[in-house]
Structures are given as structure tokens and as C-alpha cells.
């Protein structure tokens, strides 16, 4: 069973940075992409991240580009979500996601439980 469990969330000031951490299990981690998920309250879920375990592509939403950094750790099955200059409009439940597919194309099936990031002003 896919299972996916994220870490290091919080709060932070505005400006200041988060490492999130998705450690993944239960499937063969090269052969999935690992996106990272926001939504905040009221609002849509909207694809932040992802990158290609199969041949470590990357995407970036516009609204951080240039800010956040997706990794992954193959030895660890984990990626990570480097978050710097943070701004308030990134506050939102952040979610792991995992789809069995060699692009960042489509929507993911398998879902993290979440977790909370506040950017205060």
C-alpha cells in the first residue's frame, strides 16, 4: 500500500524558510512522480511541485518559481520541498502526492494525510 507521511511543516515569518519532507513507502519509488499539493481554506487545490523519480524532471507552479526547490533522495525514498522567502499567500495545508507515471502530467491518486504551513506578516 502506497503510504506517504510528510514533515516539517509550522510557522514562519514572512520571508523566512521551511524544508518539507515526504517519506515515502509501500511502492517502487522510481517508477512514480512525487508532487507537492496546497490548498488553502476556501480555495482549490493547487499543484506546487513535482518531480520525476523516473528522470528527475521538475515542475513549478509560477506563484513560486524561483522560490521553492524540489528534491529527491532515491536512497531514502524521500523528497523534499525546500520553501524560502515565504509569503503570507503560501499558507496552506500541504500535501504529498504520488502517481505511478514518468512526467508530472495528470492528476495524482495517492495522498499524504497533509500538513500545516503558516506564513505569518
Known amino acids: ?35 507537492w499539493f496546497r490548498q488553502a481554506p476556501g480555495k482549490e487545490r493547487e499543484g506546487a511541485s513535482c518531480i520525476s523519480n523516473y528522470d528527475g524532471s521538475t515542475y513549478y507552479a509560477d506563484s513560486v518559481k524561483g522560490r521553492f526547490t524540489i528534491s529527491s533522495d532515491n536512497a531514502k525514498n524521500t ?10 499567500e503560501d499558507t496552506a495545508v500541504y500535501y504529498c502526492t504520488a502517481d505511478r507515471v514518468r512526467d508530472c502530467s495528470g492528476y495524482p491518486t495517492n495522498w499524504g494525510q497533509g500538513i500545516q504551513v503558516t506564513v505569518s506578516s
Do not use: W
Not at 7 to 31: E, H, I, N, P, Y
Open 1 to 35: 500500500e502506497v503510504q506517504l507521511v510528510e514533515s516539517g511543516g509550522g510557522l514562519v515569518q514572512a520571508g523566512g524558510s521551511l524544508r518539507l519532507s515526504c517519506a515515502a513507502s509501500g511502492f517502487t519509488f522510481d517508477d512514480y512522480a512525487i508532487a
Open 79 to 88: 523528497v523534499y520541498l525546500q520553501m524560502n522567502s515565504l509569503k503570507p
